[in-house]
């Protein structure tokens, strides 16, 4: 696996309202946590098998309509992470590759890329 998709600490911050990762790269990938849950990898939450994985970078650009909380973050083997939220979900494992990929594209988006 890449440098870039292995994390070296992540960091929940409940009262920021920020999921911060810190990659063995040097970079740091700083996710608003209503972003993170709105875009849920699990099936329920995108809609079927074939949409898993797909994600709304701009959701991670509006303002939030709820407040979310991280009840747990449990590191899944060495590919993901599972997340338990506040709201009882806890069904969607955030592979590191994700993470890395959701953060990028929203520096796209900061920068007025597509």
Not at 54 to 81: C, I, W
Request: net charge neutral.
């Amino acid at each position: 696996m890449e440098n870039r998709y292995i994390p070296v600490s992540i960091d929940v911050g409940n009262s920021e309202q920020i999921f911060t990762v810190k990659w063995a790269d040097g970079h740091k990938t700083e996710l608003p946590l209503f972003g993170l849950r709105k875009n849920c990898p699990c099936v329920t939450c995108r809609g079927g098998h074939e949409l898993m994985g797909r994600y709304e970078p701009q959701l991670f650009m509006v303002n939030p309509t709820r407040v979310y909380k991280v009840v747990s973050a449990d590191p899944v083997g060495n590919h993901a992470l599972k997340i338990t939220w506040d709201d009882g979900h806890n069904a969607g494992m955030y592979k590191w590759e994700l993470l890395r990929h959701m953060d990028e594209s929203v520096e796209k988006l900061k920068q007025g890329k597509n």
